[in-house]
T-cell receptor, first 118, second 113 residues
Framework: NAGVMQNPRHLVRRRGQEARLRCSPM?????VYWYRQLPEEGLKFMVY????????ESGMPKERFSAEFPKEGPSILRIQQVVRGDSAAYFC????????????????FGEGSRLTVL | AQSVAQPEDQVNVAEGNPLTVKCTYS??????LFWYVQYPNRGLQFLLK??????LVKGSYGFEAEFNKSQTSFHLKKPSALVSDSALYFC???????????FGAGTRLFVKA
């Protein structure tokens, strides 16, 4: 059973460009979470999505950041007009649906996408 | 609102000695509590969780944690540390009615041979 897959693992962008980070959850998981980790800091919640729905985006910056989880395909975190302060590791995690059996509560993380803005 | 505090940025311990990594939390409902470990340039790996039941929970790699409701704490422990335990440890909390898992700032564990 493949784990959470994130790509690219490393992404370099110049200021003003767009960054797209992709996340495929574990098989059978319908909940996706995005977190940001700045150097030497903890994980900050960004957004929680289910298929075709944004459930909680309270951690997303108001501008330039957007996320989606379409019916088909991976979840996408999109950052427009990147700035140096966007340089960070972006982690995706997934979990099974509530009542879906198996483990409960814990998140399954991908290896992260490390964005560097020059 | 939920919150998690890990009061120590770093914990140093000699190999073979017991270790404790501290965590306190705040939630409005019943807490779901978790510990994760992160190795350099990797994602987080789940170690253990408390949902309900026994206050002492056992997890991967010989780690355990004790839930203390009165002190709102969930400290991570291991009886005998290994050099390979050196990593970044995160405590996390979710309330039983919510969706969002909140993480502490992390504690770097350094085990010296």
């Amino acid at each position: 059973n493949a784990g959470v897959m994130q790509n690219p693992r490393h992404l370099v962008r110049r200021r003003g460009q767009e960054a797209r980070l992709r996340c495929s959850p574990m098989k059978g998981h319908s909940h996706v979470y995005w977190y940001r980790q700045l150097p030497e800091e903890g994980l900050k919640f960004m957004v929680y999505l289910q298929k075709e729905n944004i459930i909680d985006e309270s951690g997303m910056p108001k501008e330039r950041f957007s996320a989606e989880f379409p019916k088909e395909g991976p979840s996408i975190l999109r950052i427009q007009q990147v700035v140096r302060g966007d340089s960070a590791a972006y982690f995706c995690a997934s979990s099974p649906p509530r009542g879906g059996g198996g483990t409960t509560g814990e998140l399954f993380f991908g290896e992260g996408s490390r964005l560097t803005v020059l | 609102a939920q919150s998690v505090a890990q009061p120590e940025d770093q914990v140093n311990v000699a190999e073979g000695n017991p270790l404790t990594v501290k965590c306190t939390y705040s939630v409005s409902g019943n807490p779901y509590l978790f510990w994760y470990v992160q190795y350099p340039n990797r994602g987080l790996q789940f170690l253990l969780k408390y949902i309900t039941g026994d206050n002492l929970v056992k997890g991967s790699y010989g780690f355990e944690a004790e839930f203390n409701k009165s002190q709102t704490s969930f400290h991570l422990k291991k009886p005998s540390a290994l050099v390979s335990d050196s990593a970044l440890y995160f405590c996390a909390v979710r309330d039983d009615g919510g969706f969002k898992t909140i993480f502490g700032a992390g504690t770097r564990l350094f085990v010296k041979a």
